[in-house]
């Protein structure tokens, strides 16, 4: 008998062993519209498990508010970590609102980029990125301290939800390997968190190839645990079932398009940084989005902000940013007109700020001021005034 000296080959989808059959055994999602049914078909979102249980892990109140460090378990997968914030004190019922992580280029976390955590739970790479695209204000915190229960969670593929790639698949291996190389020459001494994003980077074209093999997308995946995490909300004591919302910044941002369209509990929801058209994107602008906004045959089903309308969500806060590298302005703009003449003005509202790829203080105070208008939130909060003149409209 001849045994094979070659080492056995890594798994390309380490940490979801149990994914494939969670897909092949599990209903799909069941919308409550024939239009969001379209979408979650498109998507090929699995259908969410009941409730699952919730574990709190610690709880810590500071500076006005109570966060709790929250886990559950989904049908396959690493557990998912999420944070609970409310303001210190209060006796429900809350309005909800569901925080929704920016891809970033950064799966070595997730949710905690959102969280104002007790030092040393927040992670550099999440302090890193709460310095760079969120102004150095932790969202969520900010939004809990305008009166709202705010839950914001790891979801499919990041932080706690992410892939195992300590032994990363041939392809990563050899891109990242590449990686590595470079670093050495430049005498970059790169941390645990910048590895694993470079291989995360690498590594998001199997998850793709993957999810496409069982029908699903990483869309449609992200949606599963969003749609899970909007469950964990409604369900918590202290929070009114009828007054959800949910915001998003960049690839948190298309999160929240995909949950109001795929769910009536969100009545209101802020997108940031992440609204154009899809002819927009061609061909100059494909290469600075990922696979979590560009699901193969979307665009069949209509323009991005086209699917807007399969939301039966009250009220939509659109921000721009009209130097935004990774959309051009003209297909800002026609989003823009496209949404007016959807929504009109008793429901969406655009506004247009200068800078970048950021979501700025000023922004932030715009959304949040959107949101307790729309949540009847009480006793607000606001952030400190910014220096620059407010957006256009």
């Known amino acids: 008998m001849t045994v094979s000296s070659e080492p056995a080959r890594p798994s390309a989808i380490a940490g979801y062993g149990d994914w494939p059959a969670y897909i092949q055994h599990h209903p799909r999602y069941q919308a409550a519209t024939p239009a969001a049914q379209e979408l979650a078909d498109a998507l090929g979102v699995p259908g969410a498990p009941p409730q699952p249980e919730v574990a709190v892990h610690w709880e810590k109140t500071h500076d006005g508010v109570t966060t709790s ?26 309005p909800g609102v569901l925080a929704l992580h920016c891809h970033g280029g950064n799966k070595f976390g997730g949710a905690d980029r959102l969280v104002e955590l007790p030092a040393p739970a927040q992670h550099p790479s999440a302090e890193q990125a709460t310095a760079g695209h969120y102004d150095g204000r932790a969202l969520a915190t900010e939004v809990a301290r305008r009166g709202f229960a705010v839950l914001a969670h790891d979801t499919f593929a990041w932080g706690s939800r992410r892939f195992d790639l300590s032994a990363p698949p041939w392809r990563t291996a050899s891109a990242l390997e590449a990686r590595l190389a470079q670093w050495r020459e430049d005498g970059v001494v790169p941390s645990e968190a910048e590895i694993y994003n470079a ?31 909007l469950e964990v909300l409604a369900g918590l004591p202290d929070v009114d079932q009828d007054r959800l919302g949910c915001i998003g910044f960049s690839g948190g ?31 100059a602008y494909l290469d600075a989005h990922s696979w979590l906004l560009q699901t193969p045959g979307l665009w069949r089903l209509g323009d991005w902000p086209e699917l807007t309308a399969r939301s039966g969500a009250d009220s939509l806060l659109v921000q721009y940013a009209l130097a935004d590298q990774l959309f051009p302005e003209d297909g800002m703009r026609d989003a823009h007109r496209i949404l007016e003449s959807l929504h009109g003005q008793e429901s969406y509202t655009g506004s247009f700020w200068p800078g970048g790829h950021v979501f700025t203080a000023g922004m932030q105070q715009e959304a949040l001021d959107f949101l307790a208008g729309s949540l009847n939130a009480n006793d607000p909060q606001t952030l400190p005034t910014p220096s620059y003149q407010g957006p256009s409209r």
């Open 69 to 94: 460090q929250v886990s559950w378990q989904l049908g396959f997968g690493p557990r998912t970590t999420g944070w609970l914030i409310r303001p210190a004190g209060s006796s429900g019922p809350l």
């Open 253 to 283: 941002g298309g999160r929240s398009v995909a949950l109001a369209a795929l769910n009536p509990r969100i009545k209101t929801y802020v997108v940031t940084c992440m609204m154009t058209t899809f002819q927009s994107l061609l061909p």
């Open 199 to 229: 291989a995360a980077g690498f590594h998001e074209e199997t998850v793709a190839k993957a999810a496409g093999l069982l029908g699903t997308s990483l869309a449609g995946m992200v949606a599963h645990d969003d749609l899970a995490a």
